[in-house]
C-alpha cells in the first residue's frame, strides 16, 4: 500500500478507537447515571439535588465551592441550593470569610434524606463490588488516578499552559 492509504488507514484506525471509546463511555456513564437516578428517587430527590445536599453534607460550604470541586456550572448550581432551601433540605448562612458568598448547609430534614438514600446505596455498591471483585476494583481505580495524573499533567489547547511542575518533580 501506499503512504497516502496508510494514512487513511491509520485515520480511520483511530477515528474507531475514538468512537468505540466514545460509546463505551456513554454505556458507562448512563448506566451509572441510571442507578444513581434510582437511588436518589428513594429519597424522593433528583440526581442533581443528591449531588448538591452530598457536597454539603460534611459541613458548610459555598455554592462556588460545590461547583468547582463537582464540575458543574456555578449557576446550575445556585438553581439547585435555591430549591433545596425552598424546600427545607438546606439552609443558607452568612458566611465570615465572604460578605456575599452565602454557606449553604443541610438542614436535619436534608441529612434524614442523605441517611435514606446511603442506607439504599450501600447494599447496591455492595453487590456491585462482589460482583467486579475487590481485586479488579482497586485495579480500576489505581488506572483511573494514573490517567487522570496523566491528563493533569498536560496543558490544555487553547488554554494558558499551566506553571505547575511536572509530575514526580515536586
Known amino acids: 500500500p501506499d503512504h497516502a492509504e496508510e494514512e487513511v488507514h491509520e485515520a480511520a484506525a483511530a477515528a474507531l478507537a475514538d468512537a468505540r471509546t ?4 456513554r ?3 448512563e448506566a451509572t447515571v441510571r442507578g444513581a437516578e434510582a437511588l436518589a428517587r428513594v429519597g424522593g430527590q433528583s440526581l442533581a439535588r443528591w449531588v448538591i445536599l452530598d457536597a ?4 458548610p460550604t459555598t455554592v462556588a465551592q460545590i461547583a468547582r470541586r463537582r464540575g458543574i456550572a456555578r449557576q446550575a448550581v445556585q438553581r ?3 430549591l433545596l432551601v425552598a424546600d427545607g433540605l438546606a439552609s443558607y448562612e452568612a458566611n465570615p470569610r465572604h460578605r456575599r458568598a452565602k454557606l449553604v448547609r443541610p438542614t436535619q430534614r436534608g ?7 446511603s442506607e439504599a ?3 447496591w455498591a455492595d453487590a456491585l463490588g462482589a460482583e467486579i471483585g475487590e481485586a479488579r476494583l482497586r485495579r480500576a481505580r489505581a488506572l483511573v488516578a494514573e490517567i487522570q495524573r496523566a491528563v493533569q499533567a498536560r496543558d490544555v489547547p487553547g488554554r494558558p499552559p499551566s ?4 509530575p514526580g518533580t515536586r
Open 22 to 25: 466514545a460509546t463505551c463511555r
Open 27 to 29: 454505556c458507562l456513564t
Open 56 to 59: 454539603i453534607e460534611n459541613g
Open 80 to 82: 439547585v441550593a435555591d
Open 111 to 117: 441529612r434524614k434524606v442523605l441517611r435514606v438514600i
Open 121 to 123: 446505596q450501600r447494599p
Open 163 to 166: 506553571r505547575q511542575p511536572p
